[in-house]
């Protein structure tokens, strides 16, 4: 009942694919949520789309994001250390005017943005000294570091939630906001971050199942080598039962565009004739997080889901068969080897919400 796909579409995803990837490169297209980007860097780490995704408008912190973003790009085209310089050099430009950032902060958090700018000049600083000498490694941790905080700058300048999830759902959680969720296994530890703002009714779905300890010692139940890992089914039941109605929860399918004010619900991409339209959230980064749901019900999804396995180079955003199918909703941002190592019959030992969880909003009818 809850496949993802029929068995001969999963053959056909990684042909397609391979050869949307081959398009991709020879035609030079480049997505236009991308479009500031380096032509051909798609961006496959989970945290980067989290934080693209964040509903501000400040070109600034926007360009400071992009230049560190990018010395990941330059390690890995062969060390490139005169563009990683060069990345750097543009951080501090940016730094140097900080009123320009500061513009997008609400009054109330002015002062905690101050504290950031100087913090994050400080790890630019050291990043430069590390780049200087070469050292990749140390590279990596102090870009990690400074991208960290500029998150935590990103996450300021978010006035408020940007738009009203209609009136029909109110009988679900939403989440207004973002969420870290600690996921342990008996394989290991793994963070997710789950983002409200792309996906409020299905990531509030989620965190309210992880508050109340649903997927604790719950196993996976589907396990298929570069392409998915579910979990999320009860012994009794296809998905969630409400102990209060002692009805199975259903939640619609929910999928926000590039350029929309808000999702889009209770119809795939592919039914709305939006072939070539981008998701915020797009299945490029290996640790996608999905809700999953019978194939021939698109608002039937309720307590599964899964983890996307493909790797990134094969599927460019907006270009595979499940963008726009599927709705995302997070991504995992620490413990991805723990993927590879998971298979059916393993188990979540517990799975808690560590950080996010004031922006849950229980159901109000």
């Keep these: 009942m809850f496949d993802l796909l029929k068995t001969k579409l999963k053959g056909s995803l990684k042909l397609v694919l391979s050869l949307t990837l081959i398009l991709g490169i020879t035609t030079g297209w480049t997505p236009p949520s991308y479009a500031a980007l380096p032509a051909g860097n798609a961006i496959t780490d989970g945290k980067a789309l989290l934080r693209y995704a964040l509903p501000i408008d400040n070109k600034p912190v926007r360009e400071l994001q992009k230049s560190i973003e990018d010395i990941s790009n330059q390690l890995r085209a062969n060390k490139r250390w005169s563009a990683v310089n060069n990345d750097v050099k543009k951080a501090s430009r940016v730094l140097d005017k900080p009123d320009k950032i500061l513009a997008a902060v609400p009054a109330s958090g002015q002062a905690e943005a101050q504290q950031l700018i100087e913090q994050i000049k400080t790890k630019v600083e050291s990043l430069r000294a590390v780049a200087e000498v070469k050292d990749k490694e140390k590279v990596r941790e102090e870009r990690a570091a400074v991208l960290d905080l500029v998150g935590d700058l990103e996450q300021l300048m978010v006035k408020a939630f940007p ?57 996976f139940t589907r396990s298929e080598e570069s392409y998915v890992l579910q979990t999320g089914k009860p012994k009794d039941a296809d998905g969630f039962i409400d102990p209060k109605t002692k009805k199975y929860r259903a939640v619609p399918f929910e999928v926000l565009v590039e350029g929309d004010k808000a999702p889009t619900y209770g119809t795939t991409l592919e039914e709305a004739g939006r072939y070539t339209d981008m998701p915020v959230l797009p299945f490029s980064s290996f640790g996608a997080l999905a809700l999953a749901r019978p194939e021939r019900d698109v608002n039937g999804g309720s307590s599964q889901i899964f983890f996307f396995l493909f790797e990134p180079e094969l599927t460019p955003a907006g270009r595979n068969l499940l963008d726009g199918r599927y709705a995302i909703f997070g991504y995992v941002t620490e413990g991805k080897e723990v993927l590879d190592e998971l298979k059916a019959g393993d188990k979540i030992e517990s799975a808690k919400v560590i950080d996010g969880l004031e922006n849950l909003v229980e159901p109000t009818a």
């Design 163 to 219: 738009y009203e999830v209609p009136s029909e759902y109110s009988n679900l959680p939403q989440l207004k906001g973002h969420a870290k969720i600690a996921i342990q296994t008996n394989k290991g530890d793994m963070t997710v971050e789950v983002d409200g703002y792309s996906a409020p009714v299905t990531a509030g779905n989620f965190v309210d199942l992880v508050q109340r300890g649903f997927y604790n010692g719950l196993e």
